[in-house]
């Protein structure tokens, strides 16, 4: 079964960094868009930023600039460099991907999220 498990959320202070991983596990076959989200408090999810598989990336008007989208295909993995952090950034983190997994066709699957708060 395919897992999309999230990694480095927490507390920051205005203006710091932090980086968020998001690894896929289970029997793959082939990966294709990776994309982060974010829910913050009493507002809707919104897309921050996705990734092809060839590389192309895309990004919230809110975050260009100050956010970084990379991935690892050989470690499944999808990073978010995110500097710069403001408080109005604070939102859980989720991580979202196209895979095909057993199946013959991709799917979508998400992760569990990660909580990044920015307050001084």
């Known amino acids: 079964q395919v897992q999309l498990v999230e990694s480095g959320g927490g507390l920051v202070q205005p203006g710091g960094s932090l980086r968020l991983s998001c690894a896929a596990s289970g029997t793959i076959f082939g990966i294709r868009t990776m994309a982060w989200y974010r829910r913050a408090p009493g507002k809707q999810r919104e897309l921050v930023a996705s990734i092809t598989s060839f590389q192309t990336t895309d990004y919230a008007d809110f975050v260009k600039g100050r956010f970084t989208i990379s991935r690892d295909d050989a470690k499944k993995t999808v990073y978010l460099q995110m500097n710069r952090l403001k408080p109005r950034d604070t939102a859980v983190y989720y991580c979202?991907?196209?895979?095909?997994?057993?199946?013959?066709?991709?799917?979508?699957?998400w992760g569990q999220g990660t909580q990044v708060t920015v307050s001084a």
């Open positions: 979202n991907a196209d895979i095909r997994g057993e199946t013959p066709w991709f799917a979508a699957y």
